[in-house]
């Protein structure tokens, strides 16, 4: 049975694809992609703050993979101390400006705050987060000073999250660090991939250029593993290699058609409308169909819905609790007119005379006894775009003949990130077991630096410690004093 569905109203046939750019007024693309969440006011973060219970083992900071002291920036900033509250973020991640906007707080530190446990209102972690961040980066200053050089250098491979991370930390140390970038602009999905509304203001260059300020740390562009530059000669010519490359491949529909100029990797799409100069440039089509059921389809759905699409419809072959978008991401994707529809998986797709895809087919699914199958009907949705946003791979061919080790495809490391080969760490997207957050990559890219540091100077890992060694002075006011939930014994001397 084949329902013809509601996507939309395109031509079929012989008209080809209603694709178009400039869909919205000329003057309404200044706004388009304003900020999600605008950022609190001083007196906001106050009040804010004040919500925060301060418990003593919070919860919260056990939830967030970077282990932030949260009660303690949020008590520094309830006492007015919004840098000081910012070092705390800092000292445990250093893209915490970032992880302010992107991280899914409502799967992380927010859903176990006990205030969300007992009325179902979390404190923002993330808003306040945002705001100790914005505050100590608008000064300009840089909270960290560098160790004396040791002599050692560092070759990492891939200046996203979990490359600049460990490339900050290890800087910090005193170690140099080369960082060989396959793209033009550092930042990886921050820059590339991150929905355009969560990180405005060119916030991705800003903070890199923030993290960079460290010293130390040397970034050549357009050099790619595997073309420019070889495992080999990493090895041959430096102390340590960091591999964070990210998963720069895309998982395929293995449909006839797939080719078509009108179905698209929704990543490759997000990254064009984030480096567009002009938005009003970027072709949108009207009945667009997208193909996933994580962040990246709900991303490239409400993104292209804010370009003017008229119809977006998201189709996930499971249903909605397997959804890797958090409910939260899903409820801002239906406010925005999205459509999600469940238990349908692409069957196939029906083409114009000149190649181009006018329509999807997809049969509905069900589950029996765990196995995911088709139960012979079918939906068939116009689609003027398709994107296929069914998860990135990684691509091991820049590692061949290394002898490093890979597990479902990934690369294999241990706790600290080291892989089957000495002298080498891994971490970031492109390892086994990777949660594909922003924040699970910049912890990932600290644990290795941590490890590559105690490997280069024998000495015991030091992650408690680096506090302690190396954030350099401020404001001189402790807050030791206001701070009952941890004897926080690192800020004695330089906290403000
Ligand atoms: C569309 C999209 C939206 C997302 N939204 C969110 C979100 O809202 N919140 C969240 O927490 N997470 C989000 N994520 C996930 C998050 O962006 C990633 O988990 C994170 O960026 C991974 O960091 P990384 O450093 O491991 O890799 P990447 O950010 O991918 O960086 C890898 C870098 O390595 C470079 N590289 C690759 N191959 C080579 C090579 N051979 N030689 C040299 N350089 C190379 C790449 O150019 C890139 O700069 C999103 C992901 C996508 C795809
Ligand atoms: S880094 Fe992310 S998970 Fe951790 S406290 Fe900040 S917003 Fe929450």
Same mark, same amino acid.
């Given at each position: 049975?084949?329902?013809?569905?509601?996507?939309?109203?395109?031509?079929? =046939? *012989?008209?080809?694809?209603? &694709? #178009?750019? @400039?869909?919205?007024? $000329?003057?309404?693309?200044?706004? !388009?992609?304003?900020?999600?969440?605008?950022?609190?006011?001083?007196?906001?973060?106050?009040?804010?703050?004040?919500?925060?219970?301060?418990?003593?083992?919070?919860?919260?900071?056990?939830?967030?993979?970077?282990?932030?002291?949260?009660?303690?920036?949020?008590?520094?900033?309830?006492?007015?101390?919004?840098?000081?509250?910012?070092?705390?973020?800092?000292?445990?991640?250093?893209?915490?400006?970032?992880?302010?906007?992107?991280?899914?707080?409502?799967?992380?530190?927010?859903?176990?705050?006990?205030?969300?446990?007992?009325?179902?209102?979390?404190?923002?972690?993330?808003?306040?987060?945002?705001?100790?961040?914005?505050?100590?980066?608008?000064?300009?200053?840089?909270?960290?000073?560098?160790?004396?050089?040791?002599?050692?250098?560092?070759?990492?491979? =891939? *200046?996203?999250?979990?490359? &600049? #991370?460990? @490339?900050?930390?290890? $800087?910090?140390?005193?170690?140099? !660090?080369?960082?060989?970038?396959?793209?033009?602009?550092?930042?990886?999905?921050?820059?590339?991939?991150?929905?355009?509304?969560?990180?405005?203001?060119?916030?991705?260059?800003?903070?890199?250029?923030?993290?960079?300020?460290?010293?130390?740390?040397?970034?050549?562009?357009?050099?790619?593993?595997?073309?420019?530059?070889?495992?080999?000669?990493?090895?041959?010519?430096?102390?340590?290699?960091?591999?964070?490359?990210?998963?720069?491949?895309?998982?395929?529909?293995?449909?006839?058609?797939?080719?078509?100029?009108?179905?698209?990797?929704?990543?490759?799409?997000?990254?064009?409308?984030?480096?567009?100069?002009?938005?009003?440039?970027?072709?949108?089509?009207?009945?667009?169909?997208?193909?996933?059921?994580?962040?990246?389809?709900?991303?490239?759905?409400?993104?292209?819905?804010?370009?003017?699409?008229?119809?977006?419809?998201?189709?996930?072959?499971?249903?909605?609790?397997?959804?890797?978008?958090?409910?939260?991401?899903?409820?801002?994707?239906?406010?925005?007119?999205?459509?999600?529809?469940?238990?349908?998986?692409?069957?196939?797709?029906?083409?114009?005379?000149?190649?181009?895809?006018?329509?999807?087919?997809?049969?509905?699914?069900?589950?029996?006894?765990?196995?995911?199958?088709?139960?012979?009907?079918?939906?068939?949705?116009?689609?003027?775009?398709?994107?296929?946003?069914?998860?990135?791979?990684?691509?091991?061919?820049?590692?061949?003949?290394?002898?490093?080790?890979?597990?479902?495809?990934?690369?294999?490391?241990?706790?600290?990130?080291?892989?089957?080969?000495?002298?080498?760490?891994?971490?970031?997207?492109?390892?086994?077991?990777?949660?594909?957050?922003?924040?699970?990559?910049?912890?990932?890219?600290?644990?290795?630096?941590?490890?590559?540091?105690?490997?280069?100077?024998?000495?015991?890992?030091?992650?408690?410690?680096?506090?302690?060694?190396?954030?350099?002075?401020?404001?001189?006011?402790?807050?030791?004093?206001?701070?009952?939930?941890?004897?926080?014994?690192?800020?004695?001397?330089?906290?403000?």
């Amino acid at each position: 049975m084949t329902d013809t569905g509601s996507a939309g109203n395109s031509s079929i =046939g *012989a008209f080809g694809p209603d &694709i #178009s750019s @400039a869909r919205l007024e $000329a003057g309404d693309y200044a706004h !388009v992609f304003d900020d999600l969440h605008p950022p609190l006011s001083r007196h906001e973060a106050f009040v804010e703050s004040d919500r925060c219970y301060f418990c003593y083992d919070a919860p919260c900071m056990n939830a967030c993979p970077t282990s932030i002291d949260i009660p303690l920036f949020i008590r520094q900033i309830s006492a007015g101390n919004p840098v000081g509250a910012a070092k705390t973020i800092l000292n445990e991640n250093i893209l915490g400006g970032m992880c302010a906007r992107v991280c899914p707080t409502e799967t992380l530190c927010e859903e176990v705050c006990v205030r969300e446990v007992a009325e179902g209102k979390p404190v923002k972690i993330g808003h306040l987060q945002r705001y100790a961040t914005d505050v100590l980066m608008a000064q300009g200053m840089h909270p960290f000073t560098r160790a004396p050089e040791t002599g050692k250098h560092i070759a990492i491979v =891939g *200046a996203g999250p979990a490359g &600049i #991370s460990a @490339a900050h930390r290890l $800087a910090t140390y005193g170690h140099q !660090v080369t960082i060989f970038e396959a793209r033009p602009k550092g930042g990886g999905l921050n820059e590339y991939g991150i929905a355009a509304y969560k990180t405005v203001d060119d916030f991705a260059q800003r903070e890199l250029e923030f993290v960079l300020k460290i010293g130390g740390i040397m970034i050549e562009y357009n050099q790619t593993l595997g073309q420019d530059i070889s495992i080999d000669a990493l090895k041959a010519g430096y102390d340590a290699v960091f591999l964070a490359m990210g998963l720069p491949g895309v998982n395929g529909l293995g449909l006839d058609g797939e080719d078509a100029p009108n179905v698209l990797d929704a990543v490759d799409y997000i990254a064009n409308l984030r480096q567009a100069k002009d938005l009003s440039a970027l072709p949108v089509g009207r009945n667009i169909v997208v193909i996933g059921g994580g962040m990246t389809a709900i991303d490239v759905a409400i993104q292209t819905k804010r370009l003017g699409a008229e119809n977006v419809t998201v189709v996930y072959r499971r249903g909605q609790e397997s959804m890797n978008a958090s409910l939260y991401e899903q409820e801002l994707a239906q406010i925005h007119g999205v459509t999600i529809r469940h238990w349908l998986q692409p069957d196939s797709l029906e083409c114009n005379e000149d190649g181009t895809v006018h329509s999807v087919v997809f049969e509905y699914t069900e589950n029996t006894d765990g196995r995911l199958s088709g139960i012979g009907e079918y939906l068939m949705l116009e689609a003027d775009q398709v994107f296929k946003a069914i998860g990135q791979t990684f691509d091991p061919e820049p590692l061949r003949g290394s002898g490093i080790g890979l597990s479902k495809g990934r690369i294999s490391v241990d706790g600290e990130g080291r892989t089957s080969v000495e002298g080498i760490w891994a971490g970031g997207d492109c390892v086994a077991g990777g949660k594909d957050l922003t924040v699970a990559s910049v912890e990932d890219g600290k644990i290795a630096a941590e490890s590559i540091h105690a490997a280069l100077t024998q000495r015991p890992q030091a992650v408690e410690g680096f506090a302690e060694a190396v954030l350099s002075g401020g404001v001189h006011h402790s807050l030791a004093r206001e701070t009952p939930v941890k004897p926080a014994n690192w800020l004695a001397g330089e906290q403000g």
